[in-house]
Nanobody
Framework: VQLQASGGGLVQAGGSLRLACVLS????????MGWFRQAPGKEREFVAAVSKTAHITNYADSVKGRFIISRDNANNAMYLQMNSLNPEDTAVYYC?????????????????WGQGTLVTVSS
């Protein structure tokens, strides 16, 4: 299984970005999927997760109401729409796949990880 994240970049505060994650090697529907992020000098933290058929989503409190996670199983892709970005959202964003049916919120729960995409929000 390989995960490829993309869509990061530089954006001004208040702006939006859409991240994408493509899974290859298996069908996306085999996994719950998650987004995590890691800012410089900080631990990797949970952002959002979605169950295999998108019936369940979980969000970190810090992004609720601003970020939306979605998935397109037919195209083996997952997305993170990020709105109202602020400088505290600056981080490398990672997508991850979890065999569990429940979208979990901890780093050790995930079996496969992408390489990360950098999001920088300027003030």
């Amino acid at each position: 299984v390989q995960l490829q994240a993309s869509g990061g970049g530089l954006v001004q505060a208040g702006g939006s970005l859409r991240l994408a994650c493509v899974l290859s090697g298996r069908k996306l529907i085999s996994y719950s999927m998650g987004w995590f992020r890691q800012a410089p000098g900080k631990e990797r933290e949970f952002v959002a997760a979605v169950s295999k058929t998108a019936h369940i989503t979980n969000y970190a409190d810090s992004v609720k109401g601003r970020f939306i996670i979605s998935r397109d199983n037919a195209n083996n892709a997952m997305y993170l729409q990020m709105n109202s970005l602020n400088p505290e959202d600056t981080a490398v964003y990672y997508c991850a796949a979890d065999r569990s049916a429940v979208p979990r919120m901890t780093v050790p729960a995930y079996d496969f990880w992408g390489q990360g995409t950098l999001v920088t929000v300027s003030s």
